[in-house]
């Protein structure tokens, strides 16, 4: 053995025992919880169950392709070449990158129906009282699924906006000789050149959506009376009431949703 290969693989072996102890072990660990169909019986007696796999149908369907839509239309505007864009862009990064807890919190502390800083400007202005935003487990769901998109936004709307930047601005300039619109130099020329990164995108904003449980955590807790759980938060409530097997059961459950995506996602980066 040379010395290149013996310390290539010691190099290795810390990587493959954090893969085994902090990966492999606590998902076949999950999986051997939720061996028993019983737990599923239960899982599906559970009357919230329901409720959450259509919330988290909603959402991923509702709040994804809203998200990379704007995203989408974004990725364009930061493309103006005026010298306060970049201001702008650096505002508008913020939300992305500062931490879930604080920005998602004040939020939630902004709509409160009593002291919170919406209710209090709507007294102000009307003298009427505001409504409890996040009584409403229609209303409650749709700031969750706000509160995803502006954190996770930014984040998009750069992956596309690379994908516009490496479009040969040659096309452009050969389009606009020809006299064509700025609604035919995006379905000619930006759209054809940009439809696998942004197909890409969205199928693994997906996959990062299912597993994001900030959003809704944080902002509703799963309320009101548990009726905007979406299936990451359910494994956290069955976790709180000591149910470890119905909350290894309710990521199993995810797996019909999550591979997939996933196959489709290898299909896709395979090319």
């Known amino acids: 053995m040379s010395a290149w290969t013996f310390w290539g693989r010691a190099m290795l072996l810390p990587y493959l025992v954090i893969f085994l102890v902090f990966v492999l072990y606590p998902v076949g660990y999950g999986l051997w919880l939720a061996r028993h169909p019983s737990s599923y019986v239960k899982l599906f007696d559970d009357p919230i169950f329901f ?19 704007v995203a989408l239309g974004l990725s364009g505007f930061f493309t103006t070449g005026r010298w ?4 702008l862009s650096a505002i508008f990064i ?9 920005t998602i919190l004040s939020v939630r502390f902004m709509l409160n129906p009593e002291w919170g800083v919406i209710n209090t400007t709507y007294f102000k202005l009307t003298g009427l009282d505001g409504p409890n935003w996040l009584n409403d487990p229609t209303l409650a769901l749709a700031f969750s699924m706000l509160m995803h998109i502006w954190k ?15 479009i040969p601005s040659e096309h ?48 509703t807790g799963g309320g009101p009376a548990d009726l905007t759980h979406v299936l990451a938060t359910l494994g956290i409530r069955y976790l709180r009431l000591d149910h470890m097997e119905l909350a290894m059961a309710t990521i199993v459950v995810a797996l019909p949703l999550v591979l997939p995506m996933v196959y489709l996602m290898m299909k896709r980066l395979s090319k």
Do not use: C, H
């Open 51 to 69: 409720r959450t796999a259509i919330n988290t149908v909603v959402f991923i369907v509702v709040a994804v392709n809203i998200k990379m839509m």
């Open 84 to 87: 306060w864009i970049k201001i």
């Open 94 to 102: 913020l939300p992305w990158a500062m931490p879930s807890i604080p």
């Open 152 to 166: 996770s936004l930014p984040f998009w709307t750069l992956i596309l906006l690379a994908g516009r930047l490496a």
């Open 172 to 219: 452009y300039e050969a389009a606009s000789v020809d006299g064509a619109t700025r609604w035919q130099k995006f379905r000619f020329i930006t759209w054809p050149a940009m439809a696998g990164l942004y197909l890409t995108s969205t199928v693994l904003s997906m996959i990062w959506t299912l597993g994001d449980f900030n959003s809704v955590y944080l902002l």
